[in-house]
């Protein structure tokens, strides 16, 4: 198979840049702490290979759903390299997954109602997610004056407080995990020094005692001009009080590890001319790129047929994806560009992460993936036709 072939509209992971983000991230972690690990966030990109690939290099699963935690163990995951979080989880995972000793943070009520249900006679151990409230705690990194959160028990209410209260009369539950997950605008590091400077005084009010301390995520992935990983962990070290810098520390990266391993390439499929315009029409989709339709530019490329001989457009080119609908329109290329034409492939880079994730099923199903691996390129997930989107249904 060759890149110059491949059908479009497709995706193209490149298997040494995922590595290597895993391998520098965690050689990051483990330059400040011995007892460390990655929680790679399965709901940020849940591709069977990537996921594969993120438990063959250390990471453990960081499930926010039943769904994704069956998935997980269906991939191979060890049932203990596991953090269950978030809302979705069903009793029965709920207490498999703390009676198998994986990481559970516990979200809600009643999940703290669930763990009277474990077989007494032995102990448990069980995290909890604390609620972070951005302009609170560092509102330099807030996306509004009220940048809250639906997310954990929060101390300023009481609620946490209560939730320990809650857990310990159980009698033989301990809380021995804390979960400070929020995704900051701007992903700064000085955000993360924030919020360990706010939990670590309320591990020490609440006389807390912790195996692990999960960071969660938000952090960017090898960038010039942003954060580095090192970075973000010595900001870590450096904010922890030294009585705390023996708990396990966890990170949970999803758009860090996976969004630069992610290309995407489109074709040209035809061009039409009106309303002093050009419009070009390709057979991939916005739907694919940028499934919120929020993003106002993308890194991307273009491998033109015949590059030597092209002229340039004098008009603006609108590019455009292949759905029927009308706002399915992905930029514009100013006057004076190349005029694109049929045959040419557009190449959308650092495209892994909250996309393929996000795709709704609308006129088109899923496209091709590829990898680009050691042994060449594969394809490691086939296009979706009628027969997946109609599995499981009466009609
Ligand atoms: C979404 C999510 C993450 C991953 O966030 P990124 O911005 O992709 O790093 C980690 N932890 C939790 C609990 C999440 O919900």
Known sequence: MDITNLKTPCFILDEAELVRNIREFDTALHSKFNKSFIGYSVKTNAL???????????????????HEY????????????????????????????????????????????????????????IGIRLNINISKISPEDAACDDDDSRFGFSFESGEFQQALKKISSIGNIDVVGLHSHREPKTRSVSFYRHVISYVANIVSQCQLHLDYWDLGGGFFGIMSGKPTYQQYVDGFYEALPTSLRDVTIVVEPGNAIVASAFDYRMEVIDVKHHDGKIYVCTDGTRNDVDPFFRKTDYFKDFVLTNPKERPLADLPQVISGLSCLEYDRLFQLPAGSVALTPGDIIVFHRVGAYTMALSPLFIHYFPNVYVSSPSGLLLIRKEWNENNFIIGNNY
Do not use: M
């Open 48 to 66: 069977p290979y990537v996921l594969r690939l993120a438990k063959d290099n250390g990471c453990y699963a960081e499930v926010v759903s039943y």
């Open 70 to 125: 069956s998935l997980a163990l269906k991939v191979g995951f060890d049932k203990r390299h596991i953090i269950y979080n978030g809302p979705l989880k069903s009793k029965s995972t709920f207490l498999q997954a703390v009676g198998d000793g994986a990481l559970v943070n516990v979200e809600n009520w009643r999940e703290i109602e669930w763990l009277r249900d474990l077989p007494k006679g032995r102990r448990y151990g």
